[in-house]
């Protein structure tokens, strides 16, 4: 008992210096910024903020790890996989690898809290809650990555259209297809300017015009991006003229797109009761909770508590998913 109080005083400590620490930053910060409006500007200083430094010191770590991680052939496999979600501003920082290098300090840095919070309970952890939080840990960055890489390629779907257009509006002035691109890549916004750079980059690499489209057909996953890639590579095979294969694309994707606006207007019922009947077993468990706290406590102290849990997730998953295909509208 005495040695977790010990840990307990050590950690509110730390926690205590950290805080002050992150304060006199910030108000340093605001001083410097309000202060800034009413000097002349400093002469430049190159010295790193300690926040600077910390991320330095990180990806130093990072970097020194790929050498670790790429001795073992099956996280070298699993990390291709990473290869969309490096941005072209960032190509030359970072590697694939380096992703599973951030699992494992997430899933490490899982530990280390559920740990700490289990001090200050006085309760020790078992070894299936500690694999629990390290999964957590170790799969909350492909998350992330999941749900932004479909946002992203969302924005990519709206704005495919528009590089369409000013791609075919090039070929029309007498440009080639590397300039197009470059065009392309410095009017649209992000993130499609980003795969745009991408290809700009690759076909300047000497790759032909249907392998680089294959690529960026590959990246984004859409069906729009496959039928352009599909085009040019027949024409590439074929001949032909450029200007009205991309005019015949162009008609095609604002079709597409009229389309799918009339389908979002039909199905906006059927999405609001999706979303409705989903909230609504969330909504009851709440209730439950607030009305007593501790209804739900047996779950969290055991391990058939966690396996239910588990269960209860996974029939919830499966349970929104069965919804949003029987109430989906198909064209």
Do not use: W
């Not at 309760?123 to 960055?141: E, M, Q, R, V």
């Amino acid at each position: 008992m005495n040695i977790i109080v010990f840990l307990q005083i050590i950690i509110v400590i730390t926690l205590f210096i950290f805080i002050i620490l992150l304060l006199r930053q910030s108000i340093a910060n605001r001083k410097a910024r309000r202060i800034g409006y009413y000097s002349l500007d400093p002469i430049n200083n190159n010295a790193l903020s300690f926040s600077d430094k910390l991320v330095t010191k990180y990806l130093n770590f990072v970097k020194n790890m790929r050498h670790v991680i790429k001795k073992v052939e099956y996280l070298e496999r699993r990390s291709k996989g990473y290869e969309k979600y490096i941005k072209y501003k960032n190509r030359d920082k970072i590697i694939a690898i380096d992703f599973i290098t951030n699992k494992f300090v997430i899933a490490a840095i899982f530990v280390m809290l559920a740990i700490f919070s289990q001090v200050f309970a006085m309760k020790t952890l078992s070894l299936f809650a500690l694999i629990i939080n390290y999964l957590i840990g170790y799969y909350l960055l492909d998350i992330y990555l999941f749900f932004d890489y479909r946002k992203q390629t969302k924005l990519i779907e709206n704005e495919l259209l528009r590089s369409v257009i000013i791609m075919n509006n090039a070929f029309k002035s007498g440009k080639s297809t590397l300039q197009a691109l470059k065009i392309a890549s410095d009017s649209l916004p992000e993130p499609i300017s980003d795969e745009f750079k991408k290809m700009y980059l690759d076909m300047k690499y000497g790759l032909s015009v249907d392998t680089v489209f294959e690529r960026f057909a590959k990246r984004v996953n859409l069906e729009e991006a496959v039928y352009l890639s599909s085009s040019l590579t027949i024409l590439n095979r074929t001949g032909g003229n450029i200007v009205e294969v991309f005019s015949s694309i162009e008609r095609t994707l604002f079709d597409k797109k009229k389309l799918n606006e009339e389908l979002k207007n039909i199905s906006a019922a059927p999405n609001m009761v999706v979303k409705v009947l989903c909230i609504i077993p969330i909504v009851f468990v709440l209730l439950i909770y607030i009305l007593n706290p501790g209804y739900f406590a047996p779950l969290f102290e055991s391990t058939l508590g966690y396996i239910i849990i588990a269960i209860v997730v996974i029939m919830f998953i499966i349970y929104a998913l069965l919804l949003k295909r029987v109430l989906k509208i198909e064209v």
